[in-house]
């Protein structure tokens, strides 16, 4: 059970990632009314999909690739350190540095939106505790490139499944049975959550 932990992280911060509206859902929602499309809402989730897989991917290519000549310990101190830095940023200004993409954005241009969008909120570095227990368990060693490729493909696959799953569910949701109007009277804080979720997930890695 103890080596399945990890995986079901990934799931579930794709499933926490899937459902935060600045991920892609109200996105793909707004353009769908934009363009008074229910298709353009589906369409645009495999985009905002590929952006986000981008994105981690990204992440997880340079902390590995920094794993095969640094060890572990000093890895995770140093994914500490810009995970906490990045919610300290949050925490007194804000998430006011949005990346902004006009409505007749193509399926291109939302891919890079998302991809930015992930990328500046630092959901690859939130995979980190999971991604970096896989590769490797003893603190003093390096990662060994060959192993870890495969753990870092399948981590992408997992967590991007799982957000788009939360993301299209969102989607369908407030196209399907809801309607914008409940963002009105069930709106959540979730940019404090995230703060949150970055504290933890840096704290994590300095104690683990």
């Not at 995770?76 to 830095?85: D, Y």
């Not at 007194?92 to 399926?107: A, D, E, I, K």
């Not at 891919?111 to 969008?117: G, K, N, R, V």
């Amino acid at each position: 059970m103890t080596d399945l932990w990890p995986w079901l992280s990934l799931a579930g911060l794709g499933a926490f990632h899937g459902i935060n509206p600045a991920m892609g859902w109200l996105f793909a929602v707004a353009l769908g009314l934009h363009r008074q499309s229910s298709r353009i809402v589906w369409l645009s989730l495999l985009p905002i999909a590929a952006g986000h897989a981008a994105a981690i991917a990204v992440v997880l290519a340079v902390f590995v690739a920094f794993g095969t000549v640094v060890d572990l310990r000093s890895l995770k101190l140093f994914a500490a350190a810009l995970i906490l830095g990045l919610a300290g940023y949050y925490a007194f200004y804000g998430h006011r540095h949005r990346v902004r993409v006009g409505m007749r954005t193509g399926m291109a241009g939302l891919a890079l939106w998302s991809f930015l969008m992930a990328t500046g909120h630092g959901a690859g570095l939130m995979l980190m505790p999971a991604v970096l227990g896989l590769c490797l368990a003893d603190p003093s060693a390096t990662i060994p490139l060959g192993s870890s490729l495969p753990i870092s493909v399948a981590a992408v696959a997992l967590h991007t499944a799982a957000t788009l799953a939360v993301t299209a569910a969102v989607a369908f949701a407030i196209v399907e049975w809801l309607g914008l109007g409940v963002l009105r009277t069930a709106w959540i804080n979730f940019d404090l959550i995230w703060t949150l979720a970055l504290v933890a997930t840096g704290v994590i890695l300095v104690v683990v």
